[in-house]
């Protein structure tokens, strides 16, 4: 018997990158996984496909999260598919990288809506429909420990995802529920490697103790153990997977 099986698990922001990864890691340990995407379907059927290659269960469903009426639907059609909820991966998310001087509305509020909004209100979905001893685990990022210039809106995004992921702790307790925040540094995926040059990655590198990227493994690696019966006197807590990057 797989560690999780019988479990449902929705990770937002799946169809690629990180996201997938630890969808397709949570597959194999048994969960029946929700793919969420919101503007790759073909990517995402990819992933459902792959996943049910090997033995499986997955969907995949489109939501921007975004917008709440996406969120509650989002919800709802997990719990038509498969009656109950018992994992929720907050790992969509959206880095606009600018000067200050060259922030727009737009871009402040794009990041807001998609990282803290879609979050906070994800989180509030859980809350009326994931089951006793449910896991919620958020997506943050290292970067808050740094001071990089043009990181500020992202930063200050995933600084309120953090305090969220302390406040709410008490809430879910009275269901058993554990909610932590984990916190990669860079991560080898396509995203990161787009529009930064071989001589910027390979300074990424040199920030860390191990002179390497994180791989996406490295961070499904560590939510496996957030979401499984081991992690159950764990909440509340921002884990940094970034190989001391700090």
């Not at 009656?83 to 922030?103: C, E, F, Q, S």
Request: charged share 20%.
């Amino acid at each position: 018997m797989k560690q999780l099986d019988g479990k449902i698990a929705i990770v937002t922001g799946s169809s690629r990158g990180i996201g997938r990864v630890i969808a397709e890691q949570l597959a194999e340990l048994g969960a029946h996984v929700v793919i969420n995407y919101a503007s790759s379907p073909d990517k995402a059927q990819q992933v459902v496909e792959g996943i049910i290659e090997k033995g499986g269960k997955a969907i995949a469903l489109h939501a921007d999260l975004g917008k709440i009426s996406d969120i509650e639907a989002l919800f709802t059609n997990t719990i038509a598919e498969f009656g109950r909820l018992d994992i929720l991966v907050n790992n969509a998310g959206l880095m606009i990288t600018k000067p200050l001087a060259d922030v727009t509305e737009a871009d402040f509020d794009k990041q807001f809506a998609l990282n803290v909004k879609g979050t906070f209100f994800a989180c509030q979905q859980a809350m009326k429909h994931m089951e006793n001893y449910g896991r919620i685990v958020n997506l943050s990022t290292s970067v808050i420990g740094q001071m990089f210039p043009a990181y500020s809106v992202y930063a200050g995004t995933k600084g309120a995802v953090e305090q969220f992921t302390r406040q709410l702790a008490k809430e879910f307790g009275n269901k058993h529920i554990t909610i932590n925040a984990v916190a990669p540094g860079p991560v080898n995926t396509e995203l990161f490697q787009e529009g930064k040059t071989a001589q910027q990655i390979e300074g990424m590198k040199k920030l860390n103790a191990f002179g390497r990227l994180g791989e996406p493994e490295d961070i499904a690696d560590v939510i496996e153990f957030l979401v499984s019966a081991k992690s159950q006197w764990v909440t509340g807590q921002t884990i940094r997977v970034n190989g001391g990057f700090i």
